[in-house]
Structures are given as structure tokens and as C-alpha cells.
């Protein structure tokens, strides 16, 4: 049986660690509270903004003029955006977003040598893919406790250029969706080329429609199309912000739970063992005191 | 009118939600000016200009909302109003209005050295006032 003195530095440990657990839980509590109003106030824009676009890619004949509403004919190249945290310790917050990029990447290679391309947000995601050997094709980090709307911007303009210039066919978003403080959802959302609505036979019989422009198609869809893009990165940068901050919460308080009963079940060996020292010194001096009488 | 159909009207902006109802009729502040939208309209896309998007009830109240730059799509008698800044009129601050166009109304009269960051100041507060004008002038319409 293990000594008194390590029992007891056992607990002082366990203890010490469960203070820093505890402390990460209020500070991601406290955290989560920001995000989460930041990406409620966002959802009811981003969905009408998602909404406009798949509208005008289901039923304009005019938008699908432009480079970003066409569907390639041939896929040879997709890009991945994996978005993930900086920080560790938020249970498999980061790893499920790995996993599934992962998954994808194997997928489309298996499912007819589709390329993929990596992209890759938050230095957790960086370093575990490029641990996994894969190629990222270009990195953003620094940005997850706090995503910012020029952030966005940058990652939304970088996608535009290599998609506009061919390098890639397809856009991905693969990030965490904030449902609730304790629950996270996986999303993996087609972001370009502009997806479109599965019409029915039923409004298709109502013949095609044919849009009013104030004041031209071009004008309109050449600044929308960048718009859209960014605010479906922004949208996804903010619920993976959410999402870690609840995350992370979940996992310290799991932590500090087990801490708890870490301590527990340790103070009760600790007493055992006291006892049973004690009892032992006990039986010593009784068999002493017998053995001179 | 045999019976009325309604136009669902959204008015989001990244702040959140500002409107959202079934209603009469909507007059919007397109760039080339204003584009009034009853039910069974065409399907439209237009770019919005700083200005006063006008709803009309279902019981024929009028409601006023200073809007910002932006996008507007009617579809299918839905019309989605994606843009900057929106404020129901009754809701218009007007002390923090007057303030910004007082402040606005300074930065342009102390116009920097020509250069690009001047510029770039200048538009900002060209388009600062615009905004607090407009929300002076929606909450004017507060009976």
C-alpha cells in the first residue's frame, strides 16, 4: 500500500489541478457568453444572405452567367477549409473537424481521384493535419478567440482568387456548429460554387422566372457574390468560436467532476491507511507491554 | 381585392433581426430610387441606398424603418431585406443621432492633407452622416 506521504501528495495534485480546471471552465463559461450572442445576432443575416444566393442560382438565368454560381462540369480539385481552434482542451472539439476533413480528403481521392486541397484555420487543426502528413495548402490562426469580420474577408477573398483562377472547383466548409453550450455539431457546407435549390416538379410547372434587376444583374451579383462568401466564412468562423467555447467548458467540467472524485476515493485510502497504521502501532505497543510483563 | 394576400417581409442585418411579419405592402429605398413591392410581384433583386423602407400592414398601419446600404430580393411574395444597419423608427435614438451628425459634420469641415488616409476618412464620414440623417428623418415620423 502506498505511504501516507504519497497519498497525501497524490491529493495536494489532483487538488492543484482541479483548480485550473475550474478556472478554465468560468473563463470558457464567461467567453461562450460573448460568442454566443455574436453568432445568434449573425444567423438571422447569414440565412437570408445563404437564402438570396441559392434563390438567385435556382432561378436566375443571369446569375449563372458569373464564375461563382456555375457548376464545372468536371471536378478535378476541392478545396477543404477545416476551421478549428488555437487552444486544446476542449474535449474533440478540434479532432472531430480533423477527423471529418480527413475523411472527405480519403473519399474523394478513393471516389475517383479527386484532388483535395487543405485549408486550414487554427493552429490546432494546422498542426494536427500537417502531423498527419497532409499537404495545407495555405493556414490562418490567431483568429478563433475573436474571429473578426476583416478575417473573414482575407479567408473569403483567398477562396474567391483560386477559385475564379481554376486551382479549385469546389469550396467546403467543415467546422463546428453551435447548438447549444454543451452540444456541437459537425457542419460540412458547399460554399462555391453557389448551391442550388432541389426544385420541385411542382414550381417547375410554373414556368421559369424571370428576375427584375435595379439597377443591372452585373452590378448587383458582382458585389452580392463577394458578400455572400464572406459572411458564410464569418458565419462559420463564429459558430466554430461558439462552439469551442462551449466545448471547452463541457471538458473542464468533466475534469474538475473527476478531480472531485479523484480527491474523494484518495482521502478515504488515505484514512484507511491511517487507520491502519495506527492500529498496527496499537497492536506493537500491546504486544510490547505482553512481552515484558 | 378578393382576399388579401400576403407579402412576408424579413429585415435582417448583422445585429440581428429587425423585422419580420406578414404584411400589405413595402416600399423599399432602392439605389435609383424607390421600389414599391405589393403581393404577386415580379421577382426582383435590388441594390438598397441609405433611406426609409416603409411597410404598410396588414390592417393598413404604416411602419417606418431607417435602413442602411444593402440587398433586397422579392421571391415568390417573400421579400428579404439584407442590409447594414436597420432601426424601427420608434426605436431611433434621436440624442445619439443629432450627436453623430454633429460629429460627422466636423470631420468633414477638418478635411486632412489630400492623401489616401484622408480620403478614405472623408467617405467615412460622408457616409456617417448620411446614416444619422436618415435616422433623424425616419424618427421624424413617429406620431
Not at chain 1, 184 to 212: M, N
Request: aromatic content about 6%; charged content about 30%.
Amino acid at each position: 500500500m502506498a505511504s501516507l506521504r504519497d497519498i497525501r501528495r497524490r491529493i495536494a495534485s489532483v487538488q492543484n489541478t482541479r483548480k485550473i480546471t475550474k478556472a478554465m471552465e468560468m473563463v470558457a463559461a464567461a467567453k461562450l457568453r460573448r460568442s454566443q450572442q455574436r453568432i445568434e445576432a449573425l444567423r438571422p443575416y447569414a440565412g437570408d444572405m445563404i437564402e438570396m444566393m441559392t434563390d438567385l442560382a435556382t432561378y436566375s438565368e443571369e446569375a449563372l452567367n458569373f464564375a461563382l454560381m456555375k457548376e464545372r462540369p468536371e471536378v478535378r480539385r476541392v478545396a477543404v477549409v477545416a476551421v478549428t481552434g488555437d487552444r486544446g482542451l476542449a474535449g474533440a472539439f478540434n479532432a472531430n473537424v480533423v477527423r471529418k476533413a480527413l475523411e472527405i480528403e480519403r473519399g474523394l481521392r478513393e471516389d475517383g481521384g479527386v484532388e483535395t486541397r487543405i485549408v486550414a484555420v487554427g493552429r490546432k487543426g494546422i498542426g494536427t493535419l500537417r502531423f498527419r502528413g497532409c499537404l495545407i495548402e495555405k493556414s490562418w490562426q490567431g483568429l478563433s478567440d475573436r474571429p473578426d469580420y476583416s478575417d473573414a474577408q482575407h479567408i473569403a477573398k483567398y477562396l474567391i482568387d483560386q477559385y475564379v483562377a481554376g486551382e479549385i472547383d469546389r469550396v467546403r466548409l467543415v467546422y463546428n456548429h453551435f447548438t447549444s453550450a454543451i452540444e456541437q455539431t459537425l457542419f460540412d457546407d458547399v460554399v462555391l460554387p453557389v448551391p442550388r435549390e432541389a426544385v420541385t416538379d411542382a414550381e417547375r410547372a410554373s414556368g421559369p422566372v424571370t428576375y427584375l434587376y435595379e439597377p443591372s444583374a452585373h452590378s448587383i451579383l458582382e458585389s452580392l457574390l463577394p458578400a455572400y462568401v464572406e459572411i458564410a466564412v464569418y458565419r462559420a468562423l463564429l459558430e466554430s468560436s461558439a462552439s469551442e467555447q462551449g466545448a471547452r467548458m463541457t471538458a473542464m467540467r468533466n475534469a474538475s467532476d473527476a478531480a472531485e472524485e479523484m480527491v474523494d476515493s484518495l482521502t478515504l485510502a488515505l484514512n484507511r491507511a491511517r487507520q491502519a497504521a495506527i492500529t498496527q502501532e496499537i497492536l506493537e505497543v500491546v504486544a510490547g507491554a505482553e512481552a515484558l510483563s | 381585392m378578393a382576399e388579401q394576400r400576403p407579402l412576408h417581409v424579413e429585415i435582417v442585418t448583422p445585429d440581428g433581426e429587425v423585422y419580420s411579419d406578414d404584411v400589405g405592402m413595402v416600399v423599399l429605398p432602392g439605389v435609383d430610387g424607390e421600389l414599391g413591392v405589393l403581393p404577386r410581384h415580379q421577382p426582383l433583386v435590388t441594390l438598397l441606398a441609405v433611406g426609409e423602407t416603409r411597410i404598410r400592414d396588414l390592417d393598413g398601419t404604416w411602419e417606418y424603418i431607417a435602413t442602411g446600404i444593402g440587398y433586397a430580393q422579392v421571391l415568390f411574395d417573400k421579400v428579404l431585406v439584407v442590409c447594414d444597419h436597420g432601426e424601427l423608427a420608434g426605436v431611433i435614438d434621436v440624442h445619439r443621432a443629432e450627436e453623430a451628425v454633429r460629429r460627422a459634420r466636423e470631420r468633414l469641415v477638418e478635411r486632412g492633407d489630400p492623401g489616401a488616409q484622408a480620403e478614405a476618412d472623408y467617405f467615412r464620414a460622408e457616409q456617417a452622416l448620411k446614416r444619422a440623417e436618415n435616422r433623424l428623418q425616419v424618427a421624424g415620423r413617429r406620431s
